[in-house]
């Protein structure tokens, strides 16, 4: 017998997660959490750059070869395949989806088996924002497949604001199954208020580069400014994500750092250094949860602008207003872009 199903007196808790990267930046303090419970805690994810950092921390890893976003039916189906027999021979207490597609991948290889599950939407994603024809049919298909699977019996599920809350009860779960927690946290001892930096109002966004996180239109909007006579510095942080359909090509995000006033950082390592460097935090994006990247400016003190999706998140039950949020010395910068 595998050792792995071999008796144990710790209850055992295995995390799904496409990515090894989104393991470590969303889901570390609460497996930290779970190990010092007395959880054996296990990390199932396609391993690329940071397989040796989560063994590091005492977790046990699974790669996985998956192929996040393809369409191809014999790779999902052999995914399936690799995750049942994997669910089958670690016999673990929970399974934790994080994300839309580990949930639908999960939640079908645990049909028929003994486990509980606890489905994380971390924000519905591009099937549930875009109004592309593709979109439109993965979405319907999407959403019978989530009616089925998350109204089973051992089947729980995670929101971050009301608006995924309504859609998941929208597919008929039960009240009781669905739980509500604002996000995923950010650790305050690292992240602090700190000054505001000199020099031209600056602006700063954080995160994957989609279309469904509205850059394209917040590029258009610091070119708007700049005719206007109202220039100001935009700091673009993160990477472009092949495998989403909503990623904005390579080509265009050159396009974007040849512009005056706007700077495309890649990937920042230390999260830190834009905050040091921008006045505001600006995400409008279509459709989130509880973006990580606005916990992390509030943290750090800076003003936040929200796009229409995100006024919901901000402003759900048991979350602090936006403006309450911001330190007193980041009001008055937004003041000054309000005019």
């Not at 959880?39 to 391993?47: D, K, L, M, N, W």
């Not at 063994?55 to 996040?68: C, D, Y």
């Not at 486990?115 to 959403?143: D, E, I, P, Q």
Request: proline share 7%.
């Amino acid at each position: 017998m595998n050792q792995d199903a071999t008796p144990r007196s710790a209850r055992r808790l295995l995390y799904l997660v496409s990515e090894d990267w989104y393991f470590l930046s969303h889901r570390l303090p609460m497996a930290k959490a779970a190990q010092r419970a007395g959880y054996e805690v296990h990390v199932a994810t396609r391993v690329q750059t940071d397989g040796a950092a989560i063994e590091a921390l005492g977790f046990k890893l699974h790669p996985l070869a998956w192929r996040r976003g393809s369409t191809n039916p014999f790779d999902r189906l052999r995914l399936v395949g690799d995750v049942r027999r994997l669910y089958r021979r670690l016999q673990p207490d929970l399974v934790h989806h994080v994300a839309l597609e580990p949930t639908v991948i999960g939640s079908v290889a645990a049909l028929g088996l003994p486990v509980r599950t606890l489905n994380a939407m971390a924000g519905l994603g591009f099937v549930f924002t875009s109004r592309s024809t593709k979109a439109l049919l993965t979405g319907f298909v999407v959403r019978r497949l989530l009616r089925f699977l998350l109204t089973r019996r051992n089947a729980a599920v995670l929101v971050q604001n009301e608006d995924d809350r309504a859609a998941i009860a929208a597919l008929g779960i039960k009240p009781d199954r669905v739980f509500l927690i604002a996000g995923s946290g950010v650790d305050t001892d690292q992240l602090a208020p700190m000054p505001e930096p000199k020099g031209p109002l600056t602006a700063g966004f954080v995160g994957r580069l989609l279309d469904d996180k509205g850059i394209r239109t917040l590029v258009a909007a610091h070119e708007i400014l700049g005719r206007r006579g109202r220039p100001v510095r935009l700091l673009v942080a993160g990477e472009p994500d092949p495998a989403n359909p909503a990623s904005i090509p390579p080509e265009e995000i050159v396009s974007w750092n040849a512009r005056e006033g706007v700077e495309v950082l890649g990937h920042v390592a230390d999260i830190r250094e834009v905050w040091a460097a921008a006045h505001i935090a600006v995400l409008p994006s279509r459709r989130e949860g509880l973006p990580k990247s606005l916990l992390e400016a509030a943290a750090c003190g800076r003003a936040i602008v929200l796009g229409h999706a995100s006024r919901a998140v901000a402003l759900s039950p048991g979350s602090p207003r936006p403006r309450r949020r911001s330190a007193p010395a980041s009001r008055s910068r937004s003041r000054e872009t309000r005019r």
